[in-house]
């Protein structure tokens, strides 16, 4: 089974998951982001789209990953990925489907404002304006897409720990 954290850069992902994992038994953190980190370590460089996700190999790379890693460990992928284009959710998740894993969605949603203070706080300067530029997006997502494909978490409130045990309670329950 997979896991996945879907949401915006701030929502609390990468925490969420490192929490889920503890409270789901036999399960592992799969960062998608790794296989795009390694389309960007190819040489001469992929022609440039503004995000690897944009790049046709990611998809399947990432299904193909996660069905492999299945394959050898069994038990559960967390995967917390941003994915705000709904053609590559459809597209990811029919390749998962074709390989019989089942999948559930989890989004993690704070509103606008405490997305921000989060990116603001938790990261340096440096780095707000690629996290701030995909608030609009996923705003967008969740209002026309989103919200409709996963069971959406509310984290404005909660702490990482209150959204984890949630989500892994859901998961067994």
């Given at each position: ?61 990432v299904v193909e990953t996660a069905r492999h890693v299945l394959d050898y460990t069994g038990g559960t992928l967390v995967i ?94």
């Open positions: 089974m997979i896991v996945w954290l879907n949401g915006t850069h701030g929502a609390g992902k990468t925490t969420t998951s490192a929490l889920v994992q503890q409270l789901i038994p036999d399960s592992r953190v799969f960062d998608a982001e790794k296989v795009g980190e390694t389309l960007m370590d190819i040489k001469p460089e992929l022609p440039w789209t503004g995000n690897f996700q944009h790049w046709p190999p990611w998809r399947p790379l917390p990925m941003t994915v705000l284009v709904e053609e590559y959710w459809r597209e990811i998740g029919a390749g998962l489907a074709r390989h019989s894993i089942p999948v559930r969605h989890f989004v993690l949603h704070a509103d606008q404002d405490t997305l921000r203070g989060r990116i603001e706080g938790d990261s340096p300067a440096g780095t707000w304006g690629f996290r701030l530029e995909h608030l609009d997006p996923y705003a967008e997502a969740a209002r026309t897409w989103l919200h409709d494909e996963a069971e959406v978490v509310d984290t404005t409130h909660l702490t990482p720990e209150q959204a984890a045990l949630r989500i892994a309670e859901a998961v067994k329950g």
